[in-house]
C-alpha cells in the first residue's frame, strides 16, 4: 500500500494467500482511499495457470519479500511460472530470502525452535515464544551449536526484540529453506530472469563488504554468481536482496556515470547527523568530511541532482565517481533517491499517512518504526509514530512543543514529560520529513 500512496500513477497488484492479510488491507485502502491497487488472494503453487492471471497485468517492478525461503518447492515453481508470464521485458524483480551459508550455523536453532514448539499445544506465535525459551536455556547449558557459535549467539541474543508473530512467520514454516544465491538465480532463469546486483547498495562495492585478501581472490573469476558465493563465504550475511532483470542491456560506464548524475538524492536524515565514520571489513571506513559535508548541507532543504552536487565549488575530492557517492549515502540509508524531485507533498500519500498514524497509534507504542509514503520521493520512508503524530499536530499549525503535548494527553504531569520528547522531533526528524515531501 506504501507503494501505491507514494505512487498514485501506478498500478500495484497485492498477492497474498491469507484471506485475513488481503482483508485487512483492503479495508486499510478503503479507508485511506487508495483507489490504484488491487488485492488477490491466490496460492502462489497455481495462480499462473487460474482465471484469476488473465486479469493481472504486466509488470514493470515485481517485489517477493519474506516468500522465496518460505514456501514448498512447489510454491516456487509457481512463482517462476507467473514471473515469466508477466514481467515485462526490462522489468525488474527484486527477491529477499534466508541465504546460504549465511543461516549454516542458524540452521539447528530453527530445527529445534520449530520441534520444540510443535510439541505445545495452541498458536503459532505461542508456540514460537516457547520454542524460543528452550532455546535460551540450552543456551544456558552450553550445547556447542549455541553457546559456541558466534552467529547463533548474535541471532538468539536478538530475538527479543521482534514480536511473537514475526518468531511463528521466521520459524514456525515447515517448508522453511535457506537458499544459496545460485540455486536462486538458476530457477529465476526459467522467467528469463537475469541476477543484476544487489537492492542493498554495500554489497555491490567490494571494497565495502570484502578484506583487500578476499578482493584480491574474488576477482580471479569473471563469473558473477561464483563471485557472489565468494562474498558470502567471506560475510556473515543470512540474508539477500537480490535485483533481477528480464533482457538485461549493457552500457558502458561513461553511460552509466551520465545517468547516475541525472538521479535526485535526498537526505534522510540532519546534515549534522552525517557520520565520518561507516562500517568496513577492517572495522570502519572513514569519510572524507571536506567531501560529504558539503554535499550533506545541500541537501539539508531538499532532493538535488548528484551531477550537481559533485559540481559544488566547496566540495573536495573526486567528482567524477557517481557510484561511490550514492553507494554510501544510499547504501547506508543516509540518503533516498527522489522520483520527483520538488514535488509537493502528495494527497494519497498524506491521507495515507494520517490514517496509518492514528491507526498505529491506537497499540500505544509511540516508539513503534513504521513505513510513512513520499509522493516526492516515490517509494517509504521510515518514521515512528510519534514522529507522525507531530507531523499531524505540525500540519494542523501547532508548532510548540506544549500545544503539542496537551494536544497529545490531558495529564498535566504527562504533558511536562512529553514536552521534551516532542521538541527533539520537531528540532531533529520534522525537517527531515519536511525535506522528503512527507509533510
Known amino acids: 500500500m506504501l507503494q501505491a500512496a507514494s505512487n498514485p500513477s501506478w498500478l500495484v497488484t497485492a498477492i497474498d494467500f491469507n484471506p485475513a492479510h488481503i482483508a485487512e488491507a483492503r479495508a486499510w485502502a478503503h479507508a485511506a482511499g487508495l483507489k490504484n491497487i488491487n488485492f488477490i488472494e491466490a496460492d502462489l503453487s497455481s495462480l499462473a495457470e487460474s482465471a484469476a492471471a488473465q486479469g493481472i497485468p504486466e509488470a514493470d517492478f515485481v517485489t517477493i519479500h519474506g516468500v522465496w525461503s518460505w514456501v514448498s518447492p512447489a510454491v516456487r515453481q509457481g512463482i517462476v511460472k507467473l514471473l515469466r508470464d508477466k514481467v515485462r521485458p526490462g522489468g525488474l524483480v527484486h527477491v529477499s530470502y534466508n541465504a546460504l551459508p549465511g543461516w549454516g550455523a542458524r540452521l539447528g536453532m530453527q530445527r529445534l525452535l520449530r520441534t520444540v514448539g510443535l510439541s505445545v499445544p495452541g498458536r503459532s506465535d505461542r508456540q514460537a515464544e516457547e520454542g524460543l525459551k528452550f532455546l535460551r536455556a540450552l543456551e544456558q547449558a552450553e550445547a556447542i551449536h549455541l553457546a559456541q557459535s558466534p552467529s547463533a549467539k548474535n541471532l538468539l541474543s536478538r530475538l527479543d526484540q521482534f514480536p511473537a508473530g514475526y518468531l511463528a512467520h521466521e520459524f514456525m514454516n515447515g517448508a522453511w529453506s535457506p537458499c544459496f544465491m545460485a540455486d536462486v538465480a538458476e530457477a529465476m532463469s526459467g522467467a ?117 552536487l559533485l559540481g559544488l565549488p566547496d566540495v573536495e575530492g573526486r567528482r567524477d565517481n557517481p557510484a561511490e557517492l550514492l553507494g554510501i549515502l544510499v547504501g547506508y540509508n543516509f540518503a533516498t533517491p527522489a522520483a520527483r524531485s520538488g514535488a509537493a507533498p502528495g494527497v494519497e500519500a498524506r491521507l495515507f499517512n494520517r490514517m496509518a498514524t492514528y491507526r498505529f497509534a491506537e497499540g500505544g507504542n509511540l516508539n513503534q518504526q513504521v513505513g510513512v509514503a513520499s509522493y516526492r520521493l516515490g517509494v517509504p520512508v521510515r518514521a515512528t509514530v510519534l514522529d507522525m503524530l507531530v507531523a499531524d499536530c505540525v500540519d494542523a499549525g501547532l508548532t510548540g512543543a506544549n500545544q503539542i503535548a496537551a494536544r497529545a494527553t490531558p495529564d498535566p504531569e504527562q504533558q511536562v514529560a512529553l514536552q521534551p520528547i516532542v521538541q527533539e522531533v520537531l528540532d531533529n526528524r520534522i525537517p527531515v520529513l519536511r525535506a522528503t515531501g512527507v509533510i
Not at 563488504?209 to 567471506?234: C, V
Not at 553511460?255 to 565514520?277: C, G, T
Open 192 to 308: 528469463k530472469l537475469e541476477w543484476v546486483g544487489s537492492a542493498q547498495l554495500t554489497d555491490n562495492f567490494p571494497v565495502l563488504t570484502l578484506s583487500e585478501a578476499q578482493y584480491a581472490l574474488q576477482r580471479q573469476f569473471d563469473d558473477p554468481i561464483t563471485r557472489e558465493l565468494i562474498r558470502d563465504m567471506s560475510t556473515d550475511n543470512p540474508f539477500r536482496h537480490d535485483v533481477y532483470v528480464r533482457g538485461a542491456r549493457r552500457i558502458t560506464q561513461a553511460k552509466r556515470d551520465a545517468a547516475l548524475m541525472d538521479v535526485d538524492i535526498a537526505l534522510n536524515i540532519l546534515p549534522e547527523s552525517l557520520p565520518l565514520e561507516v562500517p568496513a571489513p577492517a572495522g570502519k571506513a572513514e569519510l572524507n568530511p571536506a567531501f560529504y559535508q558539503p554535499i550533506a548541507q545541500a541537501l539539508r532543504d531538499g532532493p538535488c541532482k548528484v551531477g550537481a
